[in-house]
């Protein structure tokens, strides 16, 4: 079939463009990607939608309440603009995003076709770019510290030239697309696609491209039921409904080492999707919050282990409980020693660190700053996380009940 202009980039979009998304990240932050702007508002019609509208500002509180993170130690991204954009998505498709019908059906939410787009642009699209920015940014990050979480991301139904299942932006492409691009060293990569459903646009974008191996684990009896997206699969295990636990597990961990045993990437990017929980209503399996704790410490863990650095999205999770999963999960990878940011923990708040007005300073407080340790750097990263529990520590059990089952 035959192309035209509109069907693809213009050369000089595709790569080498000035961006704004790669901006300059302290010592003192961790490699944790969010935005409010990430959030979806709109006069409560996202409630028509199961999807939690609001689920990654209710993982950063979480993350807040259990004093790992303040505002000040999060990284907060850019908005992707449209020269971002057109490295993967065609003009045609960025264009088609202007007709409010057509957001409706990507959303999945009718009722959009009805407003005009400039509103639906602000309050739908927006919150998608800001968190698409958010994983190009944590790519950059991931290779930097040797691993970066963006709060958001994982739209994992996007290609460069069309939308779907509440996907508008291919994130997953776009950030390896800038990596392969910008950052030197990163010449192959692994996608870790753990959503409940088939990652059918990255697979799409990625169909016929070597540096890319892809595994992915999904219902085989839900939507997008993507034929042709399977070719670009190197490693598919397909479940049936309400897969358990245990199974589960023992599958992602077979099928992980499989993995990286037949291909070993620059980077890895963990998409990393909720909706596997019993009584998703679109994932359809069963699922415990534990067991979805348990299957991001595997994946940290294999991945730590060989020193390739990682990059985690969110993806999908159509429970109100999930953020609160996620963040226990963040927590519970942070305990265990997998994910970590020296600086950022011991960084005073900003309340902390002005001396009030008219007391003289300590003379140790100038010292503060020369013992607070660097974020774990991609050289650190070969540190013997094996010794972690191959086969999973409860997140709530502390380090001593560990070393006991040990």
Known sequence: MSTTMADTPAPAEQAGHTTQLYIHVRETQWP??????????????????????????HIVEFLKD??????????????????????????????????SITVAGITEVPPVALLPNFLVQRKVLRPFRFQTGGTILAGKLAMERGWAINVGGGFHHCSGDKGGGFCAYADITL??????????GVSRAMIVDLDAHQGNGHERDFMDDD???????????????????????????????????????????????G???????????????????DGDPLGALSISAQG???????????????GIPVLMVTSGGYLRETARIIANSILN?????????????????????????????????????????????????????????????????????QEEKG
Not at 33 to 48: A, D, P, Q, R, T
Not at 77 to 93: G, I, S
Not at 175 to 184: G, I, S, T
Not at 292 to 306: L, N, S
């Open 32 to 57: 944790m990607v969010y935005s409010n702007e990430y959030n979806i508002s709109f006069c409560g019609l996202e409630k028509v939608h199961p999807f939690d509208a609001g689920k990654w500002g």
């Open 66 to 99: 259990a004093g790992m993170v303040r505002d000040d130690t999060l990284v907060e991204p850019r908005e992707a603009a449209e020269q971002d954009l057109l490295v993967v998505h065609t003009r045609r498709y960025l264009s088609s995003l202007k007709w």
């Open 175 to 184: 950030a390896l697309r800038f990596l392969f691009d910008r950052v030197e």
């Open 211 to 257: 540096r890319v191996y892809i595994m992915d684990v999904y219902n085989r009896g839900i939507y997008p039921h993507d034929g042709f997206a399977k070719r670009a699969i190197k490693r598919r295990v397909e479940l049936q409904h309400f897969t358990e636990d245990g199974e589960y597990l023992s599958l992602v961990r077979k099928h992980l080492e």
């Open 259 to 277: 993995a990286l045993n037949e291909f070993t990437p620059d980077i890895l990017v963990y998409n990393a999707g909720t909706d596997i929980l």
């Open 292 to 306: 979805i704790i348990e299957r991001d410490q595997i994946v940290f863990q294999k991945a730590r282990t060989r």
């Open 333 to 401: 990878l942070r305990q265990l020693g997998l994910i970590r940011c020296d600086q950022a923990e011991n960084c005073p708040s900003p309340v902390e660190s002005v001396p009030p007005a008219n007391i003289p300073r300590s003379r140790s407080e100038g010292g503060l700053m020369s013992r607070l340790r660097s974020c774990m750097s991609r050289s650190s990263t070969t540190q013997d996380f094996s010794k972690i529990n191959e086969g999973g520590a409860a997140a709530g059990d502390s380090p001593e009940s």
